[in-house]
Nanobody, 127 residues
Framework: QVQLVESGGGLVQPGGSLRLSCVAS????????IGWFRQAPGKEREGVSC????????YYSDSVKGRFTISRDFRKNTVYLQMSSLKPEDTAVYYC????????????????????WGQGTQVTVSS
């Protein structure tokens, strides 16, 4: 059974940084696609970033492009989301998820196609 566990959230001042981690287990392969999503209070969940199973394709939403970086450590089965220059509007619960059917070399923000989700980690950006 695939499991995803997020950590690293917390309270940070505007302009600060946080690194979120998504530890994965239960995959039959070392190569899998991961997406990061977030949901702010009263808003729909939205895609933030994703990384392909081939590890060479990444996407970012326009709202985080240039500030967030997604990466992977295969040895630790962990995907990171490095968040910098944080803004109050980045406040949300952040989730990682995986689409087991994602084609090699692709990733996407189509939430309905994601099969497994973590429990989420809260990020609050406030002074």
């Amino acid at each position: 059974q695939v499991q995803l566990v997020e950590s690293g959230g917390g309270l940070v001042q505007p302009g600060g940084s946080l690194r979120l981690s998504c530890v994965a287990s239960g995959f039959t392969s070392d190569y899998y696609e991961i997406g990061w999503f977030r949901q702010a209070p009263g808003k729909e969940r939205e895609g933030v970033s994703c990384i392909s199973s081939s590890d060479d394709i990444t996407y970012y939403s326009d709202s985080v492009k240039g500030r967030f970086t997604i990466s992977r450590d295969f040895r630790k089965n962990t995907v990171y989301l490095q968040m910098s220059s944080l803004k109050p509007e980045d406040t949300a619960v952040y989730y990682c998820a995986t689409d087991e059917e994602a084609s090699w070399g692709t990733c996407h923000f189509g939430q309905d196609e994601y099969d497994y989700w973590g429990q989420g980690t809260q990020v609050t950006v406030s002074s």
